[in-house]
């Protein structure tokens, strides 16, 4: 079975952890292509910094920090302190010394000339993921970088509004620079049409799954594919599960609801994007809304508490779309 996961960080990693999981428990040869959201990257100190990216590949080569959700285990924050003390930079961005690794090296293959796509490999191959039968890929090779529009001003970055500002200032709406001239890089319509079944993680909708989608053809190529696409709400019982996806959702007039997330995303045939939608429990009342109109859905405990819980919310994700 040939997989696509259309990802943002940390819940789309962890999920893609599972659904590596689930493929092993089942003697499968994993064939499972990423494509991760790139409108969180940017410069910082010099380097180019691919939060969502790195959040899978460390958390699918077994390095991430598990409590925290992105970033590096036994990790240490000495070179960020000590520009602090230079005062340049952002104080409140923490870039760990074993990560600036990977930044380093990511900027020098950028600068030699490798698209972000070569540079992603090159990083990947390190973390064994070619050999778990994954291929990890930027959603686009070209630059793009989701801001704010925060009313008064220039917008922000995006980075700056989440993390510095926990998104408590309102936002009124997020603009993709570079969008517009922005492709999908190589691989990733090629991997939504050969799929047996594209996958939307429990990532934010907006700025994680939203960024890739609005990437030029993405959409298109999800629209024609002939495989399923199911997608696993992120939302539980009217709340995201972790961040603040209820004020990405507000910023775009979604309800902050699995039902709402779902109608959004719309269903395929209807200028959607989804053929099945998994949600919570707590929400079996969005799922029977929701299959009144046709869709086809299911509830269960989307917590993922670890990975053997994981696997288990990828498999019913995969028996909604079951042929
Ligand atoms: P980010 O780029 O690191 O913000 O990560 P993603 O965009 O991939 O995922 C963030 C989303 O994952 C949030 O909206 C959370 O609600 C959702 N999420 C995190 N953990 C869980 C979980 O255990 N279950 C479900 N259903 N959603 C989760
Ligand atoms: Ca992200």
Redo the contacts with the bound molecule.
């Keep these: 079975m040939r997989l696509t996961v259309l990802?943002?960080?940390?819940?789309?990693?962890?999920?893609t952890r599972g659904l590596l999981a689930l493929l092993a428990d089942r003697g499968e040869p994993a064939d499972v292509t990423v494509v991760a959201?790139t409108g969180?990257d940017m410069w910082l100190h010099g380097v180019r910094v691919c939060?969502?990216l790195d959040?899978l590949m460390y958390t699918l080569g077994g390095a991430v920090h598990e409590e925290q959700?992105?970033g590096r285990r036994d990790e240490t924050s000495r070179v960020s302190a000590d520009l602090a003390a230079y005062g340049v930079g952002w104080e409140w961005f923490t870039l760990g010394d074993l990560d600036l690794a990977t930044h380093l090296a990511r900027t020098q293959w950028l600068r030699e000339g490798l698209t972000l796509s070569e540079a992603t490999a090159r990083l990947s191959a390190r973390w064994g993921l070619a050999g778990q039968g994954v291929r990890l890929l930027p959603m686009s090779d070209q630059p793009v970088e989701t801001h704010v529009d925060v009313g008064a001003g220039e917008p922000i970055h995006f980075e700056e509004w989440?993390v510095r500002h926990r998104a408590s200032v309102p936002a009124r709406g997020f603009v993709q620079v570079g969008l517009a001239a922005a492709t999908a890089a190589p691989g990733v319509l090629e991997s939504i049409a050969a799929a047996d079944v594209v996958v939307l993680?429990?990532?934010?909708?907006v700025?994680?799954?939203g960024t890739i989608l609005a990437v030029p053809g993405i959409r298109d190529a999800l629209a024609i594919t002939p495989a399923a696409v199911v997608g696993?709400?992120?939302?539980?019982g009217g709340?995201?599960?972790?961040?603040?996806?209820a004020e990405?959702l507000a910023a775009i007039g979604v309800e902050a609801t699995a039902e709402a997330v779902a109608r959004h995303y719309g269903r395929r045939g209807a200028g959607g994007v989804l053929d099945a939608w998994l949600v919570?429990d707590a929400d079996a009342d969005a799922a029977a809304a929701l299959a009144r109109d046709g869709w086809a859905t299911a509830a269960t405990d989307?917590?993922?508490?670890d990975v053997p819980a994981?696997a288990r919310?990828a498999a019913e994700a995969l028996s909604l779309v079951a042929r």
């Design positions: 990802s943002g960080g940390v819940g789309g990693a962890r999920f959201n969180d939060p969502d959040t959700g992105w989440w993680p429990p990532s934010n909708p700025v994680s799954v696993v709400s992120p939302i539980i709340a995201p599960v972790r961040g603040m996806a990405c919570d989307t917590l993922m508490r994981t919310i």
